[in-house]
């Protein structure tokens, strides 16, 4: 069973920074991709940002690209998602999710594959 340990969310001020930790233990994939999506009020779940751990190829929504940088632990199964320049719209609960399998789909679910509880991003001044 996939266990998750998320942290780093927050309230933090237009243009700030956070930065977003996962790591998830349970499992035995030689290959498996990782990421965020999120999840805000009234809105679709959104696929934020995934990595895969054959290559590092990396995924980024359009809103987020030059803002956001994700990266791989890879023996320790824990990715970081950077989160600068932060906007009132990045406001939303932040599910980490992994995938067996490599790649970088990561439009919808099912490609988030299984699920963390979450962790609230709030910005705002």
């Known amino acids: 069973q996939l266990q998750f340990v998320e942290s780093g969310g927050g309230l933090v001020q237009p243009g700030g920074s956070l930065r977003l930790s996962c790591a998830v233990s349970?499992?035995?994939?030689?290959?498996?991709?990782i990421g965020w999506f999120r999840q805000a009020p009234g809105k679709e779940d959104e696929g934020v940002s995934c990595?895969?751990?054959?290559?590092?190829?990396?995924y980024y929504a359009d809103s987020v690209k030059g803002r956001f940088t994700i990266s791989l632990e890879n023996g320790k199964n824990t990715a970081y998602l950077q989160m600068n320049s932060l906007k009132p719209e990045d406001t939303a609960v932040y599910y980490c999710?992994?995938?067996?399998?490599?790649?970088?789909?990561?439009?919808?679910?099912?490609?988030?594959?299984?699920w963390g509880q979450g962790t609230q991003v709030t910005v705002s001044s």
């Open positions: 349970g499992f035995t994939l030689d290959y498996y991709t």
């Open positions: 990595i895969s751990s054959d290559d590092g190829t990396t």
């Open positions: 999710s992994v995938r067996e399998g490599y790649g970088t789909r990561w439009s919808s679910h099912p490609d988030f594959g299984s």
